[in-house]
């Protein structure tokens, strides 16, 4: 087990709920457009958000985002200046990502662990496959993935920090799982996990999915981000759908069947359209989309509220009884009302996490 950070508003380790993050990817600098996307991100459920502050003025508009968020948890992520992290604590951030290695000189990072203890703010630190230290370089990447992560949480402790997350990040995802279970077996810091530069959604999706995936099922991990070339609420549907598959996180369990030539409902689009309707539910309702009866009937009993196709239209089912049979043209209106009176009314509200 992790020991527990405090991180604004959250808890990253010690057991609690894995943290779902994400990054934005407008201009920091641009105040407006990035509390945009942070409230987007906040209403697909993301639950810490990380912002690039790339020079000291991106620490002003830090300060007007920070006064807009409340004690939502904002992350700022920091190289080579060890002004701009200084500046972002005392602007009231809640964690700062840094890499020890390219701040500079100790005292550099010295001054940033201090100032961070006395306010509690964690420090995230690691090691990436794309930016390895020299003098790592010449050991296989795992190895020094490994070492150099260590390196940078003796340098923080050595600083006098106790607040500290580790990453260990690579775009292999092999090298990424098993340096990350390396680092888990050494320290008790929670683990934030992710394959790195992992490209756009299909491949992300599959490659952050089996590594993130794969050190879940072993216990290890605190924290997660997908990351994905796009739309960063992309991340948190992807971390969302993860979470839930594994059994960490509640929410509906949409079924649908992959179609066939027997297909009588355009599976595909109700399957979207659900998505979309329960995407902020937190009750565990299971929903089916079947294109026909084959297996439709079945899923259907097994299934909180089910769709089968069937010639000219389809039919809806509840908790395995037949509500009806619909012509094609009131189908998809009438599974819809059934939808939203199961997430609202059924569920107990549909809350925001
Ligand atoms: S449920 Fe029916 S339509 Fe869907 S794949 Fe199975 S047999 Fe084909």
Redesign the pocket.
């Known amino acids: 087990m992790t020991i527990p950070i405090r991180v604004g508003s959250i808890t990253i380790g010690g057991g609690y709920p894995i943290a779902i993050q994400s990054m934005t990817n407008t201009d920091t600098k641009d105040v407006g457009a990035t509390l945009r996307q942070i409230a987007c991100l906040r209403a697909a459920g993301c639950e810490a958000i990380r912002l690039a502050l790339y020079d000291l003025e991106c620490v002003d508009s830090l300060r007007q985002i920070r006064k807009e968020t409340g004690d939502y948890p904002l992350i700022a992520d920091v190289h080579y200046d060890y002004r701009i992290a200084l500046g972002a604590i005392r602007a009231g951030i809640d964690k700062v990502r840094i890499n020890p290695g390219n701040i500079g000189e100790g005292w550099k990072v010295k001054e940033i662990a201090i100032a961070a203890e006395e306010r509690g703010v964690p420090i995230r630190v690691g090691a990436n496959s794309g930016s390895l230290a020299k003098n790592f370089e010449h050991l296989p990447v795992v190895e020094a993935l490994v070492a150099s992560a260590l390196r940078e949480v003796k340098l923080l402790e050595d600083a006098g920090m106790s607040r500290i997350v580790i990453a260990v990040k690579s775009s292999n995802v092999t090298e990424m799982v098993e340096a990350t279970r390396r680092v888990s077996s050494s320290v008790s810091y929670p683990l934030h996990l992710g394959v790195t530069e992992a490209g756009p959604l299909s491949i992300s999706l599959v490659k952050s999915t089996l590594g993130i995936g794969l050190l879940l099922s072993e216990g290890i991990g605190d924290t997660i981000r997908y990351s994905i070339s796009g739309d960063p609420v992309k991340e948190v549907d992807a971390a969302k759908t993860l979470l839930k598959a594994a059994g960490l996180l509640s929410g509906p369990d949409i079924i649908s069947?992959?179609?066939?030539?027997?297909?009588?409902i355009d599976?595909e689009e109700y399957a979207l359209k659900v998505t979309e309707l329960t995407r902020a539910c937190v009750k565990p309702v299971r929903i089916a989309i079947?294109?026909?009866?084959?297996?439709?009937i079945g899923?259907g009993k097994n299934a909180d509220l089910g769709i089968?196709?069937i010639p000219g239209g389809g039919a809806l089912f509840e908790k395995g009884e037949i509500l009806g049979r619909y012509p094609k043209s009131e189908l998809f209106p009438a599974f819809e009302a059934r939808v939203r009176r199961w997430i609202q009314e059924e569920g107990g509200g549909n809350p925001p996490r």
């Open positions: 069947c992959p179609t066939c030539a027997r297909t009588c599976v079947m294109g026909c009866v084959v297996n439709g899923e089968a196709g």
